[in-house]
């Protein structure tokens, strides 16, 4: 199916190839919407994010750190769609005029952080992989790589931000994981993976970045605590997060509580960041849900902005 003339098709599998198709269409279609490369992954595919509106006030979506969740990608590019459409017919969306909100704030939308390991959920490993011998190892000898989360050499991207980064590492170690593997290894050092690095640059170097509201699934939850004492807006914004999705504030526990990229922005940088956990069930969790989650998604992906 066609949203408008963006080949956005929410019947299949999103992958890298499927998200610069749209973004091309995007950019085609709607000739204010930006589109900047955070720079490539481990494979040397490209990795775009979108800038939308002209404010002083930025704010961050960020999709698909993880393999099996690429359905927050597809997510993100029909929030995308739905801004720009509204942005050029001067509509509102849950009380929130889209000519305000373009004026006063500008959206970075980062669809998809961790293309390479998308790729191999969705299509497996091809054996011209240069990594194949060490993927196929890392990945317990099997093929399948249908649960796999982490990035192109098995590091998974939300554990290797900066942030309790050693004290998981025991964690780690206590779990049997010492080396790559398909989930929760969190490499050598924090930000020792290109996707991850480029990511916190681009954060750092952003300094009007009020914001960042990062997707996963699952289980209709929000993690806004990063093991610190947290400031009232923070605590505020996870309240009518909650809210506006009515999905439940929940404590990070165990292994979850360390080294994300919610993490780093509240512990390290004191910055208003969220990780909102979309749909139920099993990951990855079937397309079928990714209409409803939107549906219920929509106003607070809209709305988050105004926090600021
Ligand atoms: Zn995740």
Same mark, same amino acid.
């Given at each position: 199916?066609?949203?408008?003339?963006?080949?956005?098709?929410?019947?299949? /599998?999103?992958? *890298?190839?499927?998200?610069?198709?749209?973004?091309?269409?995007?950019?085609?279609?709607?000739?204010?919407?930006?589109? %900047?490369?955070?720079?490539? *992954?481990?494979?040397?595919?490209?990795?775009?994010?979108?800038?939308?509106?002209?404010?002083?006030?930025? $704010?961050?979506?960020?999709?698909?750190?993880? %393999?099996?969740?690429?359905?927050? *990608?597809?997510?993100?590019?029909?929030?995308?769609?739905?801004?720009?459409?509204?942005?050029?017919?001067?509509?509102?969306?849950?009380?929130? /005029?889209?000519?305000?909100?373009?004026?006063?704030?500008?959206?970075?939308?980062?669809?998809?952080?961790?293309?390479?390991?998308?790729?191999?959920?969705?299509?497996?490993?091809?054996?011209?992989?240069?990594?194949?011998?060490?993927?196929?190892?890392?990945?317990?000898?099997?093929?399948?790589?249908?649960?796999?989360?982490?990035?192109?050499?098995?590091?998974?991207?939300?554990?290797?931000?900066?942030?309790?980064?050693?004290?998981?590492?025991?964690?780690?170690?206590?779990?049997?994981?010492?080396?790559?593997?398909?989930?929760?290894?969190?490499?050598?050092?924090?930000?020792?993976?290109?996707?991850?690095?480029?990511?916190?640059?681009?954060?750092?170097?952003?300094?009007?970045?009020?914001?960042?509201?990062?997707?996963?699934?699952?289980?209709?939850? $929000?993690?806004?605590?990063?093991?610190?004492?947290?400031?009232?807006?923070?605590?505020?914004?996870?309240?009518?997060? *909650?809210?506006?999705?009515?999905?439940?504030?929940?404590?990070?526990?165990?292994?979850?509580?360390?080294?994300?990229?919610?993490?780093?922005?509240?512990?390290?940088?004191?910055?208003?960041?969220?990780?909102?956990?979309?749909?139920?069930?099993?990951? /990855?969790? /079937?397309?079928?849900?990714?209409?409803?989650?939107?549906?219920?998604?929509?106003?607070?992906?809209?709305?988050?902005?105004?926090?600021?």
């Amino acid at each position: 199916m066609r949203y408008k003339n963006i080949p956005l098709d929410f019947s299949k /599998p999103f992958d *890298s190839n499927a998200l610069s198709e749209c973004a091309q269409a995007l950019s085609d279609q709607y000739p204010f919407l930006g589109i %900047g490369y955070l720079g490539k *992954s481990i494979l040397g595919v490209d990795i775009p994010y979108f800038i939308l509106g002209e404010g002083k006030k930025e $704010i961050l979506y960020v999709g698909a750190h993880h %393999g099996m969740e690429w359905i927050t *990608s597809l997510l993100l590019v029909r929030f995308l769609l739905d801004a720009c459409e509204l942005a050029e017919r001067k509509k509102s969306i849950h009380q929130v /005029p889209l000519e305000f909100l373009l004026e006063r704030y500008t959206l970075y939308v980062l669809p998809m952080l961790n293309p390479d390991g998308v790729g191999y959920q969705i299509h497996g490993v091809d054996e011209a992989n240069p990594l194949y011998g060490r993927l196929i190892s890392m990945n317990g000898g099997s093929t399948d790589f249908s649960r796999w989360q982490a990035n192109a050499r098995g590091v998974d991207l939300n554990h290797n931000y900066d942030a309790g980064f050693w004290e998981y590492k025991q964690i780690e170690l206590d779990n049997g994981i010492e080396n790559g593997a398909p989930t929760k290894y969190s490499g050598e050092c924090p930000e020792s993976e290109p996707e991850v690095a480029y990511l916190c640059n681009f954060i750092r170097f952003h300094e009007n970045i009020q914001g960042i509201l990062t997707l996963h699934t699952q289980g209709e939850e $929000i993690f806004y605590q990063a093991g610190c004492v947290l400031s009232r807006k923070q605590e505020r914004i996870a309240k009518e997060l *909650s809210a506006l999705t009515d999905y439940r504030l929940s404590r990070t526990e165990g292994s979850a509580c360390f080294g994300g990229l919610t993490d780093w922005c509240v512990q390290r940088l004191g910055l208003p960041s969220y990780t909102l956990e979309c749909g139920k069930g099993e990951n /990855p969790l /079937p397309l079928t849900q990714a209409i409803p989650i939107y549906a219920r998604l929509r106003r607070a992906l809209f709305r988050f902005p105004l926090f600021f």
